[in-house]
Structures are given as structure tokens and as C-alpha cells.
């Protein structure tokens, strides 16, 4: 059975810094990306940030490029997304997900929330001013 669990969610002020970590079991993620959404309240899921598990490409929303370097390590099969320097506006739910490494390059690449093959549960960060 394949599970991605989360964890490093949690509340703080602006400016601070998290770590979000996604564990990944069941199978092998070789051809993979790994990736993170995060959904505010009212608002779709949005696509933060990419890697792939075979070559380590990044991508990343404009809104976090800089501040969020995620990164993954292939012997604990574990994905992580350092948070730094956090606003307000990032206050959502968080969510790793998988899907196939896709035949094009690019955040645009892997933006739909449908092309997903696994989920995980979702973790909250809040952020208050």
C-alpha cells in the first residue's frame, strides 16, 4: 500500500521558518516527481514545488522560488520543503504528492491537480502577522 505521510506543519509569526517533510512508502518512486500543493481556505490548490526522483529537477511557483528550496533523500525516501522567511499568505494546507516523471520540462509540466497518483493527507501551516 502506497502512503505519503507528511509532518512539520505548525504556527508561527511571519518570518519564521518550517520544514515540511513527506515519507514515502509502499513502492518505488524511481520515476517519480515528487511534489507540493498547498490550498487556502477558499481558494484551489496551488502547485508549489517539484522534484524529480530519478534526476533531481526543480521547479518552483514564482511566489516561492528563493525562500523554498525543496529537496529529497533517496535513502530515507524522503522529500522535504524548507519554508523560510514565511508571510501570511502562506497560511494553507499542505500536501505532497506523486505522479509520473512527466516527458516535459517545467512547474507547468506538473500544475494538475488531477494528473496525481498518490496523495497524502495534508499537513496546516498558519502564519500570523
Known amino acids: 500500500q502506497v502512503q505519503l505521510v507528511e509532518s512539520g506543519g505548525g504556527l508561527g509569526q511571519a518570518g519564521v521558518a518550517l520544514r515540511l517533510s513527506c515519507a514515502a512508502s509502499?513502492?518505488?518512486?524511481?520515476?517519480?516527481?515528487m511534489v507540493w500543493f498547498r490550498q487556502a481556505p477558499g481558494k484551489e490548490r496551488e502547485l508549489v514545488a517539484v522534484?524529480?526522483?530519478?534526476?533531481?529537477?526543480?521547479y518552483y511557483a514564482d511566489s516561492v522560488k528563493g525562500r523554498f528550496p525543496i529537496s529529497k533523500d533517496n535513502g530515507k525516501n524522503t522529500v522535504y520543503l524548507p519554508m523560510n522567511d514565511l508571510k501570511p499568505e502562506a497560511t494553507a494546507v499542505y500536501y505532497c504528492?506523486?505522479?509520473?516523471?512527466?516527458?516535459?520540462?517545467?512547474?507547468?509540466?506538473?500544475?494538475?491537480?488531477?494528473?496525481?497518483?498518490?496523495w497524502g493527507q495534508g499537513t496546516q501551516v498558519t502564519v500570523s502577522s
Open positions: 504528492a506523486a505522479a509520473t516523471t512527466r516527458n516535459c520540462v517545467g512547474y507547468g509540466c506538473y500544475a494538475g491537480v488531477g494528473e496525481y497518483d498518490y
Open positions: 509502499g513502492r518505488t518512486f524511481n520515476n517519480y516527481a
Open positions: 522534484v524529480s526522483w530519478r534526476g533531481g529537477s526543480t
